[in-house]
């Protein structure tokens, strides 16, 4: 590729470097960086966008905060005039990426396709301007394959090379199936950045062998070979487990603002520094700074935690929501008040039950071991008051509020 930074003037060099500044923050890595450096470079003289790749295969339709993590890097890119490509895998959906997975994927049907795109686009219109997103299905490309065109896509690469991904040699050498059609996933997502000629690939670290496959296919077709940047895995709420929903450890994007505000003071202090430099629109030099306050002292973990809070709540829902999330945490978890705004749940059943069973009834704990567990760490209050017994037997009544944790309420309407 042609050599576009030697060409730059001194004011074009500085938009240059703000750029590669802006897009190498927080990334776990990026593939080559020169190669990034001079695409910018060439966007900058000749004026053209370049073409910024996510692809998605919309198996869990419910977007987290670490979904946002790549989100946001986008929308770096979106604001500074590039073209975002969202790629919709309706055709690699129907396989399942096997990536981390012991096993095969279920594959999803057509149906379960369309109605989880549609719930995409939904959710990540809160963080992207949806109307200057290019949107593509990848079975616009890869149905119309033959054999033939199959069959030159397979000799790209060696069986070797593709053993070379963790999860399929550990199922190799623990004797678990793998299926052939699982190969040609990473082929195809390789493909979408032949067909679409992406200058730029997003993808969680996880996605690293699926990722450069684009750069790789690229290459074999002759093509200008993409440049790819990887994003490190949000831990969760427990600050150990990739955030996930099928873990509990999530702040969903839906999500209410107290709950979204409340879940937010859970974090542990370590994992804030990564939770402002990952999930919110600050500036680098507003990040700096917080950093840089919560390392000398002059910025309470507490107070930077409820800033975090805030901020999040009001990418979501607003300043207005932002403030009463704020102002709700601190009447109800600070000063001990009850909410006002406790759901109500109709009762028409039993006059008394053991807290174990109401409590699982309520739909306030999933289990009765789960319920147990709660109450003798002391999460559990009647009225406002801490339950310790067990085997305590309840009488249902009407306005009874049952209180499970800080977040979770319901009052009972007999």
Do not use: C
């Amino acid at each position: 590729m042609e050599n576009f930074i030697e060409k730059l003037t001194n004011e074009q060099l500085q938009d240059l470097e703000r750029q590669f500044a802006l897009y190498t923050s927080g990334i776990q890595e990026v593939v080559p960086a020169q190669e990034l450096r001079n695409k910018i470079a060439k966007s900058i003289i000749t004026g053209i966008p370049l073409k910024v790749k996510l692809g998605l295969d919309p198996s869990a339709p419910d977007v987290h905060l670490g979904h946002t993590v790549v989100l946001n890097k986008l929308k770096q890119f979106q604001e500074n005039g590039h073209v975002i490509q969202l790629i919709i895998g309706d055709f690699t959906g129907k396989i399942g990426d096997p990536t981390g997975k012991s096993v095969a994927r279920k594959q999803l049907t057509d149906e379960e396709v369309k109605h989880n795109a549609k719930t995409y686009f939904e959710q990540f219109g809160k963080i992207l301007d949806m109307e200057k997103v290019e949107l593509y299905y990848n079975s616009k490309w890869l149905s119309p394959l033959n054999l033939e065109d199959i069959i030159n896509l397979a000799a790209s690469i060696t069986v070797a090379r593709l053993l070379e991904r963790n999860d399929f040699s550990e199922r190799l050498s623990t004797g678990k199936p793998i299926s052939l059609h699982e190969f040609f996933y990473p082929l195809m997502q390789g493909y979408d950045s032949v067909a679409l000629e992406s200058d730029i690939e997003l993808g969680g670290n996880d996605q690293h062998f699926n990722v450069l496959m684009g750069r790789h296919l690229q290459e074999y077709f002759e093509k200008e070979k993409q440049v790819v940047i990887l994003l490190p895995l949000l831990e969760g709420l427990d600050g150990v487990e990739k955030m996930s929903k099928s873990k509990g450890n999530y702040i969903g994007v839906d999500e209410n603002p107290n709950d979204m505000f409340g879940k937010t003071m859970s974090i542990s202090d370590e994992m804030m520094p990564k939770y402002f430099d990952l999930v919110t629109d600050l500036s680098l030099e507003e990040k700096s700074e917080i950093k840089q306050k919560l390392e000398n002292d002059s910025l309470h973990p507490r107070d930077a935690k409820m800033l975090l809070g805030k901020i999040i709540v009001r990418m979501y829902h607003g300043e207005i929501a932002a403030q009463q999330a704020e102002d709700h945490f601190k009447t109800v978890f600070q000063k001990g008040v009850l909410p006002t705004d406790i759901p109500e749940v109709s009762w028409s059943g039993a006059t008394s039950m053991s807290i174990i069973d109401l409590l699982v009834e309520l739909e306030l704990q999933k289990s009765k071991g789960e319920a147990r567990k709660m109450i003798q760490n002391g999460g559990v209050k009647l009225n406002g008051e801490k339950i310790e017994d067990i085997h305590l037997e309840v009488a249902i009544t009407d306005g009874l509020i049952v209180q499970v944790g800080k977040r979770k309420f319901a009052k009972i309407r007999a």
